[in-house]
């Protein structure tokens, strides 16, 4: 790629977002948000509605003024910058085409904002019109354009003109599933052949999973966690983050160090301390420690009568419950389990010949290893 | 169809035929009038000439005062339309306080007697030496027809997309060029139909120009109202359906503009 950072130079920050803060009235919008982005990267804000993302989006674009907090795009401060001196490109929810501009003139639109004239332009606006392959409907009306061909002209107005940043608020929220899952991978191809720097906004986890470097969590108004799609789903810090990523099942019991090993105690299991644990310091004897665990990380045992002891409950990572539910989901099942403290929960097998075997009601034993457990904070 | 609805929709036609004859025939009445060869202006009328449309084109006085009258109707359109779209803009994206009152200012003219607003203009106006002006009867005129000009200009803006205004901003285009590429070309329905408003409120109005013109300054219906008084000619039917027509026209050129958007 053309743009890509030569080997090793520094790390190329595009956008830095410093404690950020917005309140509307009594109501806080941003807390405290801040990240950075490096050139080429694409970022997914990820979170409920309500959560700050897009607020954030609109603070980067400049049509929000945050209370406190910096905002700095290649070094450069640009808070005091208006929205059309920034030099960065968006593409609204609603795509927000010119509805008295063709296509070719929305696409255009920036290039003459700019003063970019004569050949060079038309140039500009043919090659990206041709990237987006939308070449041959440059004399179209939107209105006379499909949802997906309205999304690429959108996407090709924000790209044209090199934007220091390509930002997507909800790009694909207007389009049905179908449809929504091939242009996921048709801007990926665009922002990637033009090396663009992008934030994305979505309530979508998949299409943040799918699209994104990196994804930052919100909540709340915060930035709750932020890093790779795979360091989310199998890192996350918080309980937040474990149950909007995926599905998790949050297990807490009293942290006990007594004997050497480091376990977590329920009246219902005991659980070897997972390895991450190290890094959650402050833990005493007797505290609150709460763990995370994938439904498809939990093994599921059938148990005859006689071996349902009382002994059994003294292995570390291993626990009687009964099933409740028993649901086929073609490629797995799900058994929602009940333990004997009353929690239930929630696993996802492929085996799917043993699925007879676990009628609702059926005593069983689940275990799971403490490598696959994660200790969440707060 | 049952006979009681058949009759239920004959009385209803019949109805709406007296109320639009009530509403319609004394102005219409004037054209076959105007078409007369007497010289009153008797019902119904003798005969068929263009004679007092050729008497009102060839007569100085009327043709002074037609000229009049389109200078204060441009002028007040230009004036009613630019302040009319700032105020409507204004008042529609933000948020400042007063604006109510603002608002309500505004619009007061459409419920204000009109005598009384002409006594007070023309108070104020005498002492400022605007009374008798063109550029008096300009200003005030414009007065009355910028809530026409606000109203409609302000009906469109609801249909405009704020995000369209967002995203010019965001794609490097300046507040101006944004309102000349992006919001301007959007409302100009409800820009339009308002300079037609405005026109004919200027056009047609009497009461406040009776106040403010004089012998040398004098609008079309300001000439109607003072021949009237001296004596009843054909040739004011003639005038009077000529002012008709083209306000009708008017009307009916806001009723195209305003369909063609909502489509």
Same mark, same amino acid.
């Given at each position: ?23 509307? %009235? ?6 405290? &948000? ?29 049509? !929000? ?62 090659? !990206? ?104 789903? #199998?890192?996350?810090?918080? #309980? ?9 099942? !949050? ?9 050497? %090993? ?33 439904? #498809? ?25 009964? &099933? ?5 989901? %073609? ?33 069983? #034993? ?13 | ?119 007070? @203009? ?101 000439? @109607? ?39």
């Amino acid at each position: 790629m053309k743009l890509a950072v030569p080997s090793g130079a520094t790390k190329d920050v595009a956008l830095e977002l410093k404690g950020i803060c917005k309140s509307f %009235g009594s109501a806080v919008a941003l807390q405290d &948000v801040s990240f950075q982005l490096e050139r080429s990267e694409f970022l997914t804000m990820l979170g409920p509605s309500g959560s700050g993302k897009t607020t954030t989006l609109r603070v980067i674009a400049g049509f !929000i003024t945050p209370d406190r907090g910096a905002v700095r795009l290649h070094g450069r401060d640009v808070l005091g910058t208006p929205p059309y001196r920034r030099n960065i490109g968006m593409v609204f929810q609603d795509y927000a085409l010119f509805p008295h501009m063709t296509v070719a003139g929305n696409v255009d639109f920036p290039l003459e904002a700019r003063g970019v004239r004569g050949k060079k332009r038309r140039k500009m606006v043919s090659d !990206i019109l041709e990237i987006v392959g939308l070449e041959s409907l440059g004399d179209r009306l939107p209105r006379q354009l499909s949802g997906g061909q309205q999304q690429r002209v959108a996407l090709a107005r924000a790209l044209v003109f090199n934007p220091e940043i390509v930002l997507l608020d909800e790009p694909l929220g207007a389009l049905d599933t179908k449809l929504r899952g091939a242009m996921q991978l048709e801007i990926l191809r665009v922002v990637k052949r033009l090396g663009a720097t992008v934030i994305s906004v979505t309530h979508d986890q998949e299409e943040a999973l799918v699209m994104s470097d990196r994804v930052a969590i919100f909540s709340q108004g915060s930035l709750v966690q932020m890093g790779s799609p795979r360091q989310l789903y #199998e890192t996350p810090q918080t #309980e937040f983050v474990a149950d909007f990523i995926g599905e998790s099942n !949050i297990l807490r019991g009293r942290f006990s160090s007594v004997g050497g %090993g480091r376990e977590i105690h329920s009246t219902c299991w005991r659980a070897e301390a997972p390895p991450s644990l190290a890094e959650h310091h402050g833990f005493s004897e007797g505290a609150v420690v709460a763990f995370a665990i994938r439904p #498809e990380n939990i093994a599921i045992h059938r148990v005859s009568e006689s071996d349902a002891t009382v002994s059994e409950l003294n292995r570390p990572n291993r626990c009687t419950a009964v &099933v409740r539910d028993n649901i086929y989901l %073609g490629v797995e099942f799900r058994l929602v389990v009940v333990l004997s403290d009353g929690q239930p929960v929630q696993i996802r097998s492929r085996n799917l010949k043993d699925m007879d075997g676990f009628t609702p009601g059926t005593k069983i #034993e689940l275990s799971w290893s403490p490598g696959d457990s994660v200790v969440l904070r707060g | 169809m049952t006979a009681s609805s058949t009759i239920a929709r004959v009385v209803f036609w019949l109805a709406v035929c007296a109320v639009a004859a009530f509403l319609l025939l004394p102005t219409v009445v004037i054209i076959p009038i105007s078409f007369t060869t007497a010289a009153n202006t008797l019902f119904p009328p003798v005969g068929f000439s263009f004679k007092w449309y050729r008497t009102v084109i060839e007569d100085p006085a009327w043709q002074t005062a037609t000229i009049t009258s389109l200078k204060v109707a441009l002028l007040t359109m230009a004036c009613s339309v630019t302040l009319g779209t700032a105020a409507a803009l204004a008042l529609f994206r933000s948020q400042f306080i007063g604006k109510t009152a603002v608002r309500a200012l505004i619009l007061s003219p459409l419920v204000t007697p009109l005598i009384v607003l002409a006594i007070g @203009v023309f108070m104020v106006f005498s002492r400022w030496g605007l009374a008798g002006t063109l550029v008096g009867l300009v200003i005030a005129d414009t007065v009355l027809a910028l809530p026409f000009v606000v109203v409609s200009v302000t009906a469109t803006l609801y249909t405009v997309n704020p995000n369209l205004e967002l995203a010019s901003l965001g794609l490097g285009a300046g507040p101006w060029r944004t309102f000349r590429r992006v919001t301007l070309p959007l409302i100009l329905p409800g820009v339009v139909a308002g300079a037609i408003f405005a026109f004919i409120t200027s056009w047609d109005e009497v009461v406040m120009a009776i106040f403010l013109t004089t012998a040398s300054l004098r609008t079309i219906p300001v000439l @109607v109202w003072s021949q009237v008084r001296a004596e009843i000619s054909p040739a004011v039917a003639a005038v009077g359906s000529i002012l008709f027509v083209i306000s009708a026209l008017g009307m009916a050129a806001v009723r195209l503009i305003l369909r063609d958007e909502q489509r």
